[in-house]
């Protein structure tokens, strides 16, 4: 129940959104697929057990004993013994404390490193959608391209038939057709093999429409993998804690009957008792675990500077990716708009034979180029704010 409600006061607070989407759609696919969460998630069991196992009255079950003696091998006089033992272990001074105390820090650990893994597997849909939809927008530039060089090939194959231009121009606008049909055909694999991806890791395929809205930043203490690393630190307090207090096996209380008689002649006499096991501590065993806790605090401190650190690192790469991504797209826009005007140019300059077929066609490859690179970046704007929303642990 404790992790379940620490989860859902991290889907509360923004560190997950369920806007539905087709990329949220396949990350929830890709993360009901994926093996590595659903061994997190199975973990919660063993914890909810160690937790009742903290809360029960005793550290262990009880244990019974029975003992039998008789003088029968041996003088044969009928001495008979007969002893019934029941015995229950104690808890410790703390003890059932230090441990509910590890049990709810692991517990709290394991609800956000569920949400670190979902980050993960959301970065993973993320890259293979964006990879996706780039392939896509060249695959439409490459279209667009080949259309704009069939109709061209068609009229200068025409003017060809008619004396208007020479066959070595005609030959020139086909060997232009051939190629952009050649670079359609590499755009449509580089779809498929995106499209193959997306699909082993989610199992459907991509569909297109997605584009997520900038998010504001949360807090750096509010991301999943910072929030995951500073939990292991309580969990390893929390381990200390359990080595100081277990410094010795749990002590026993028990009862027991006994019925015994001296000789035949004799009747039996029964007796009842309590008996108490006080185990003492082992200073190299207990040393040893201590240090072992202390080593495992240590390189949990380590490991949450470094995640600090690295989210810290990846947020400013982040945003200055996005900055940067949004002035490219701005140059490819008007790049594309100075080519598409100066291409136009050119083909009414060369239909008024102002101009060369050869000029005409470096002009259609410039703008085909131009408009190649207008698509990519308008999909490198979106794949920046994805990543712009991962690095600050927004899921799709």
Do not use: C, K
Request: no cysteine.
């Amino acid at each position: 129940m404790l992790i379940r409600l620490i989860l859902a006061a991290v889907l509360a607070g923004g560190i997950v959104t369920a806007h539905a989407s087709p990329l949220r759609d396949a990350f929830e696919a890709a993360a009901a697929l994926n093996p590595e969460l659903r061994t997190l998630e199975a973990q919660r069991a063993a914890i909810d057990a160690r937790l009742r196992g903290a809360n029960a009255l005793t550290p262990g079950a009880p244990n019974v004993g029975l003992g039998y003696t008789t003088d029968r091998f041996t003088q044969n006089r009928g001495f008979r013994e007969a002893e019934l033992e029941v015995g229950v272990p104690v808890w410790l001074p703390g003890q059932s404390r230090a441990q509910r105390g590890l049990a709810d820090a692991e517990g709290q650990r394991l609800a956000a490193q569920i949400a670190a893994r979902r980050l993960a597997i959301a970065a993973e849909v993320r890259d293979a959608y964006w990879t996706w939809a780039a392939a896509e927008a060249a695959l439409a530039a490459a279209r667009t391209r080949t259309a704009s060089t069939a109709a061209l090939t068609r009229d200068v194959t025409r003017q060809a038939r008619a004396g208007q231009v020479s066959r070595a121009e005609e030959l020139l606008a086909t060997a232009d057709a051939r190629e952009s049909e050649g670079a359609l055909r590499e755009a449509e694999a580089s779809v498929r093999e995106a499209r193959i991806a997306f699909r082993a890791l989610t199992g459907r395929d991509p569909a297109p429409g997605s584009q997520e809205v900038l998010r504001d930043a949360a807090a750096p203490a509010e991301h999943p993998r910072i929030v995951a690393a500073r939990l292991g630190l309580d969990v390893a307090r929390a381990g200390i804690r359990i080595a100081e207090v277990e410094d010795r096996e749990s002590p026993e209380i028990g009862a027991f009957m006994r019925q015994e008689r001296d000789d035949r002649d004799s009747g039996w006499d029964t007796r009842f008792g309590v008996r108490v096991r006080i185990p003492f501590a082992h200073p190299p065993r207990n040393a040893e675990r201590r240090a072992t806790a202390q080593g495992e605090l240590t390189t949990a401190t380590a490991e949450a500077g470094a995640v600090d650190r690295l989210i810290a690192a990846e947020r400013d790469r982040a945003r200055a990716a996005l900055a940067d991504a949004r002035a490219a797209a701005r140059l490819a826009d008007q790049r594309h708009a100075a080519l598409a005007e100066a291409a136009s140019l050119g083909e009414r300059a060369f239909r008024d034979g102002q101009t060369t077929l050869a000029e005409t066609l470096r002009l259609r490859t410039s703008l085909a180029g131009a408009d190649a690179d207008r698509r990519r970046m308008q999909v490198a704007v979106r794949q920046a704010i994805s990543r712009y929303n991962q690095a600050i642990g927004v899921e799709p």
